[in-house]
């Protein structure tokens, strides 16, 4: 099993930069597929960016696309959502994501919560205007 850390959120203004990382244990970090996903108050979760086991591929939701880059480093066992030009709206906790997958699927990703077995515990962001 793996375990996932998240660390990387705060307080920023609109406009501003933060980048979140995700730090997993416990696994094989270059056979899982990695997500963020995010949770406004009041609302649903959403998805924001995926990305395959390789780093060759990746997926971002249209509200952050442009603003948002996903990407993964697999020496270090870590995922990265650099997040630029934010806007109150990006509020959420954000939350990392993992699902194992075969080699072969080195282009995989997911983008829907019931596709992922491990959460991390989360860290907010919030954005003021």
């Known amino acids: 099993q793996v375990q996932l850390v998240e660390s990387g959120g705060g307080l920023v203004q609109a406009g501003g930069s933060l980048r979140l990382s995700c730090a997993a244990s416990?696994?094989?970090?270059?056979?899982?597929?990695m997500g963020w996903f995010r949770q406004a108050l009041g609302k649903e979760r959403e998805f924001v960016a995926a990305?395959?086991?390789?780093?060759?591929?990746?997926v971002h939701a249209n509200s952050v696309k442009g603003r948002f880059a996903i990407s993964r480093d697999n020496a270090k066992n870590t995922v990265y959502l650099q997040m630029n030009s934010l806007k109150p709206e990006d509020t959420a906790h954000y939350s990392c994501?993992?699902?194992?997958?075969?080699?072969?699927?080195?282009?995989?990703?997911?983008?829907?919560?019931?596709?992922?077995?491990?959460w991390g515990q989360g860290t907010q962001v919030t954005v003021s205007s």
């Open positions: 416990g696994g094989t970090f270059s056979s899982y597929v």
């Open positions: 994501a993992a699902r194992q997958v075969p080699r072969y699927q080195g282009g995989s990703y997911y983008t829907q919560e019931y596709e992922y077995n491990y």
């Open positions: 990305i395959s086991w390789s780093g060759g591929s990746t």
